[in-house]
């Protein structure tokens, strides 16, 4: 099933209703979103050869325009590459050069760099914000969106590893339609007057939920921000009613500060999914008192996106069970179509309340990595997603995320992998050995903090180090903090303890 499938269906059914939205402002209907995306695809096709099996890159920040982009690269078949907005340029070059794009479809701010930058594969930059972007509305739509098979490829998510190269997880169309209907069986109803606000990265969890909102004709609103403002938010949603949001936690935990200090209850805001990091209980309990049961939480992760527990808004709010907080503290039930295990080292299930590691099978689960066997038969293997994280079960079925087997760091709901700030870190003159661990921080989650061993003879500064990882990786990636000693803590095999690392700055050395 090609998504484009269901905006096509939607035009036909509701040609007026409104569709695409800046603020509270309507920028398009659904005739006329579908007319774009069509034109788009037609253009992509036309003068730049796009089909079925190619991959289009999209390194665009939040715009209304980012979905007519997807939509037009799913009219003719193609995979859509989302790409991070937070991302370097050079971090997208090198995702564009592994996905081999030819194209990238661009917002000029973001994506301007990688004329400069890009690899040779990339023959044409389109920005959203340019006059070629006009220029496709004009050519003559396509009649009707490419077929596409269950198996078929169609979002192409790069996530990094414990290695500190991206992998690009392999989202398939039917991925995506069971996604679409898992979130209205497991998550949330829709329906044709409700909106969804685009406030968190449209790269991530937050664009991956508009399928269900194309299916039932409702609105697509984007901030004027274009991000994140809690400000901003608690005053569009009265004026827009009825609006579902994805936000990480660290988003609700602001939105619940800002609507406390202005006595506001979050008028107008129908659901906050929350994913991308665990959630403090008693941040989650304070966020039902102040805006009330409008809450949800999902776990997945690009492999799975989006798929693999629920805790739906009655469980969130419940004060009455006897273990509403232990449930409260949980991910949640596995989701319909998937089956949620706990596994030992030897894949053998463990029983209720033993931790290790949870795995997943079912139609969520990710077609594999791009290009990539190796990571893929060590990820998935006899059908089962070994998601990395460690967890329990309880004996009602309740997940309970424990530790994660991996280093990666959540801060604000971002992914960071150590390995790959160290690379760059590692690549400054003046740094013999680094070591890169997350530090608990009451709004961000984590924040990453960087251990450095220096050469010989030289003093790197903190300016110094965090301007070269500036000019190389994400601002978000980059450490909040440098710490100089002369050896790191390691094993009999030379690797390093990072558990060591984090016992000194929770003991404050």
């Known amino acids: 099933m090609n998504p484009a499938e269901w905006l096509v269906r939607t035009a036909r059914l509701v040609p007026d209703a409104p569709a695409l939205l800046r603020g509270s402002v309507v920028m398009a209907n659904y005739a006329e979103f579908a007319r774009r995306a069509a034109s788009v695809g037609a253009a992509l096709k036309a003068e730049h050869g796009i089909g079925k099996g190619d991959r289009v890159a ?62 040779a594969n990339l023959k044409t930059l389109i920005a959203s914000d340019g006059p070629a972007w006009e220029q496709m509305y004009e050519a003559t739509p396509l009649d009707a969106p490419e077929d596409l098979d269950f198996d078929d490829l169609l979002w192409l998510f790069y996530t990094s590893g414990t290695t500190g190269k991206p992998k690009g997880v392999k989202v398939t169309a039917g991925n995506i339609l069971e996604m679409t209907l898992c979130y209205m069986s497991d998550v949330d109803e829709v329906s044709k007057d409700d909106a969804i606000l685009y406030a968190a990265p449209m790269s991530h969890g937050a664009g991956i939920y508009n399928f269900m909102h194309v299916i039932k004709g409702a609105r697509h609103v984007v901030p004027v921000s274009a991000g994140f403002d809690p400000g901003e938010i608690l005053e569009l949603a009265p004026e827009v009613q009825n609006i579902s949001m994805f936000a990480a936690p660290t988003m609700v935990k602001r939105l619940v500060e800002h609507a406390k200090a202005r006595g506001l209850t979050g008028e107008g805001i129908k ?109 998935i293997r006899d059908g089962w997603l070994w998601t990395g994280d460690m967890g329990a079960k309880d004996a009602d079925g309740f997940i309970t995320l424990h530790d994660r087997s991996k280093d990666m760091i959540i801060s604000g709901g971002s992914n960071i992998y150590p390995r790959e700030v160290e690379e760059v870190l590692l690549e400054h003159p003046g740094v013999s050995e680094v070591a890169v661990v997350g530090r608990k921080h009451p709004e961000w989650g984590e924040v990453v903090i960087a251990f450095i061993v220096p050469e010989p003879g030289t003093e790197p500064s903190f300016a110094a180090l965090d301007a070269y990882c500036i000019e190389n990786i994400a601002r978000f990636k980059r450490p909040k903090d440098y710490r100089v000693i002369p050896e790191l803590p390691k094993n009999n095999y030379g690797k390093v303890l990072k558990t060591d690392l984090r016992d000194m700055l929770e003991r404050g050395e």
């Open 271 to 379: 659901t906050i999914t929350y994913a991308g990091g665990p959630m403090y209980v008693a941040d989650i309990i304070e966020a039902v008192e102040v805006l009330g049961d409008r809450f949800v939480q999902v776990y997945g992760q690009g492999e799975c996106p989006m798929g693999i527990t629920a805790l739906p808004r009655h469980l969130v709010s419940d004060r009455s069970h006897p273990r509403w907080r232990e449930r409260l503290g949980s991910v949640g039930l596995a989701q319909s179509p998937v089956l949620v295990r706990i596994a030992d080292e030897t894949g053998g299930f463990l029983p209720a309340g033993e931790v290790g590691e949870i795995v997943v099978s079912g139609p969520t689960v990710m077609g594999g990595y791009w290009r990539n066997e190796a990571a893929t038969a060590k990820t």
């Open 58 to 119: 999209i390194f665009m920040k939040n715009s209304t325009q980012y979905l007519e982009a997807l939509y037009g690269v799913w009219f003719t078949g193609a995979a859509a590459i989302p790409i991070n907005a937070k991302l370097h340029p050079k971090e997208a070059a090198w995702i564009i050069e592994n996905a081999e794009a030819e194209v990238a479809l661009i917002s000029e701010a973001v994506g301007g760099e990688l004329a400069e930058v890009g690899p």
